[in-house]
């Protein structure tokens, strides 16, 4: 489902290109998702701790710096005389101190020495002292859910290996932490994703902890699902190998869990599962998943509908059978309230799933104008931005492969498709030009198959001065933008001016059978 959509036969028997690039798909921004992630990657203190973490908050940046190298003075000191509560006592108070804000410690510590300390604490002559490493792991948690140089300096001084190992403890609860540690550093960067999943050991646990998650605990529960779901995700995506087979359990787990963290991961590691082929989606959509998601766009939780209307964008990207059964679950009426949302980036990926919904077979854009949401497409499309603008765009080009002689005629008179396309293309943007270009293309090629002696579109858009749009739009810039257009005009327009492409600056003519070009003088 990368790239350009497969080619597919609409109603009219035409071959009908989806007009889908990769970067259509939803992806929140950077510093969106970083948010979102940093709300999580810290480990939360229990409640009998949160007194303690309160009154370490209120403490000055020098204050805290002090007590942190005390405390690392004083756990050199109970290590080397080893007193396992003392040590316990110790490693809590330094996580209190650097779980107050979201600052690094890495740093102070590192004049210490003291994090090789603690990273040795999860060796194997440890394992006898289960409160030690999970206080331990506890730190390198936090460790690595603050700044990149963190997670590298850890990762320097062997604490992947370490981790790695710790997967086969017995104890849940430095289980649970060595996975949330590994999450922390799967979130960081691809690359360490990459690293970590080639461990056979490490994925045969997750995925049988997937399959098996309700009979976890809740925290465990909670952990597995973001660890999934961070695997699944970070660009260049892992391969389809790796982790199609969580699709299953991921969908099945959706259908069941109550908790809102849970679902919210789960929700996004499904849109990424479902964004390598049509058969993924097709999975997800055998498996139940089309009520669910429908469903979710519906709430009111943003986080829940972040996720949910990216697992939405990638299946309406599917194939025409498995878009019946969103349009069947009411897809068309939740993407409608949709496009009122108060904020402006959920607008715009409603406008993406209507745009794939638009570019499916006439009956579903039968559908489509059974409703009034292209009334909302357009009044869109004169308020908002460039981004959310090409969205709508889409949606209008994307409607044109696959309509009906009357469909479109429905388009013309009732929401003057063509004029607002040629409205927008002659902003002469790259990013508009290049699908408006292609749209007209479809509806042209339409015109060309009818049964009149001539091609009515292209009566139609001579009428509305539109070829004087495509004359000017031959002086872009853009080659493609400008090869496009010529063969526009060469194919259909017999009166259209046909310009070289150096023929802004050149004004040399010749007649040429009704039409006049341009050349380049050399």
């Known amino acids: 489902m990368e790239g350009p959509r497969s080619q597919q036969t609409g109603d009219s028997g035409l071959e009908v290109v989806k007009i889908k690039r990769e970067q259509f798909r939803v992806e929140i921004r950077k510093e969106k998702v970083r948010a979102m992630?940093?709300?999580?990657?810290?480990?939360?203190?229990?409640?009998?701790?949160?007194e303690k973490n309160s009154h370490y908050a209120n403490l000055k940046n020098e204050?805290?710096?002090?007590?942190?190298?005390?405390?690392?003075?004083?756990?050199?000191?109970?290590?080397?005389?080893?007193?396992?509560?003392?040590?316990?006592e110790v490693l809590r108070t330094i996580r209190f101190i650097i779980s107050a804000e979201e600052v690094s410690y890495i740093e102070p510590l590192r004049?210490?020495?003291?994090?090789?300390?603690?990273?040795?604490?999860l060796d194997e002559?440890?394992?006898?002292?289960?409160?030690?490493?999970?206080?331990?792991?506890?730190?390198?948690?936090?460790?690595a859910s603050v700044?990149?140089?963190?997670?590298?300096?850890?990762?320097?001084?062997?604490?992947?290996?370490?981790?790695?190992?710790?997967?086969?403890?017995?104890?849940?609860?430095?289980?649970?932490?060595?996975?949330?540690?590994?999450?922390?550093?799967?979130?960081?960067?691809?690359?360490?994703?990459?690293?970590?999943?080639?461990?056979?050991?490490?994925?045969?646990?997750?995925?049988?902890?997937?399959?098996?998650?309700?009979?976890?605990?809740?925290?465990?529960?909670?952990?597995?699902?973001w660890l999934v779901s961070n695997?699944?995700?970070?660009?260049?995506?892992?391969?389809?190998?790796?982790?199609?087979?969580?699709?299953?359990?991921?969908?099945?787990?959706?259908?069941?869990?109550?908790?809102?963290?849970?679902f919210v991961d789960l929700m996004y590691a499904l849109s990424y599962l479902i964004s390598y082929t049509d058969d993924d989606v097709h999975s997800a959509i055998v498996l139940g998943m089309g009520p669910v998601v429908v469903n979710a766009l519906n709430d009111t939780e943003l986080d829940i509908l972040m996720a949910t209307i990216r697992a939405a964008g990638n299946l309406s990207?599917?194939?025409?059978?498995?878009?019946?059964?969103?349009?069947?679950?009411?897809?068309?009426?939740?993407?409608?309230r949709l496009l009122d949302h108060s904020r402006g980036a959920i607008r715009k990926e409603a406008l993406w799933i209507l745009s794939n919904i638009?570019?499916?077979?006439?009956?579903?854009?039968?559908?489509?104008?059974?409703?009034?949401?292209?009334?909302?497409?357009?009044?869109?499309?004169?308020?908002?931005?460039?981004?959310?603008?090409?969205?709508?765009?889409?949606?209008l080009c994307n409607i044109l492969y696959a309509s009906t002689d009357e469909q479109i005629q429905h388009l013309i008179v009732k929401y003057n498709i063509i004029e607002r396309l040629f409205y927008f293309l002659d902003t002469k943007k790259d990013y508009f030009a290049a699908s408006i270009l292609e749209g007209l293309d479809a509806l042209l090629s339409k015109g060309e198959s009818g049964q009149h002696d001539y091609n009515p579109y292209v009566r139609y858009i001579e009428e509305i001065q539109g070829t004087r749009v495509l004359e000017d739009l031959q002086r872009h810039g853009d080659e493609e933008i400008y090869n496009q257009v010529y063969e526009l005009i060469d194919r259909y327009f017999e009166t259209c001016l046909l310009y070289t492409s150096d023929a802004a600056d050149d004004l040399l003519c010749v007649d040429l059978g009704g039409r006049r070009i341009i050349k380049k003088k050399k």
Request: net charge negative; proline share 3%; charged share 30%.
């Open 37 to 50: 992630i940093d709300a999580k990657r810290k480990k939360p203190s229990s409640d009998d701790d949160k």
């Open 63 to 88: 204050e805290k710096d002090t007590m942190v190298e005390e405390n690392a003075k004083r756990l050199r000191l109970v290590l080397k005389y080893w007193d396992e509560s003392q040590v316990v």
């Open 111 to 121: 004049k210490t020495d003291l994090i090789s300390d603690i990273l040795d604490l």
């Open 125 to 143: 002559k440890y394992d006898k002292y289960p409160d030690v490493q999970q206080e331990a792991s506890w730190l390198v948690i936090n460790f």
């Open 147 to 225: 700044a990149s140089e963190d997670v590298v300096y850890l990762l320097e001084l062997g604490c992947l290996n370490r981790l790695r190992r710790l997967l086969r403890t017995k104890n849940e609860k430095v289980l649970e932490h060595v996975l949330w540690a590994l999450t922390n550093i799967i979130g960081e960067d691809s690359s360490y994703r990459d690293e970590i999943i080639t461990d056979k050991y490490f994925m045969k646990l997750v995925y049988n902890m997937i399959e098996n998650c309700e009979k976890l605990n809740l925290g465990l529960q909670k952990t597995i699902c």
């Open 231 to 262: 695997i699944c995700r970070g660009k260049p995506y892992p391969l389809r190998q790796d982790v199609y087979m969580f699709l299953p359990h991921v969908a099945r787990l959706l259908l069941i869990v109550k908790d809102k963290t849970q």
């Open 317 to 336: 990207a599917g194939r025409h059978d498995d878009v019946d059964e969103l349009l069947a679950a009411g897809i068309l009426t939740s993407v409608n």
């Open 358 to 395: 638009c570019a499916g077979e006439s009956s579903q854009i039968q559908l489509v104008l059974n409703t009034s949401i292209l009334e909302k497409v357009n009044a869109l499309l004169d308020k908002e931005g460039p981004d959310t603008q090409k969205e709508g765009i889409l949606c």
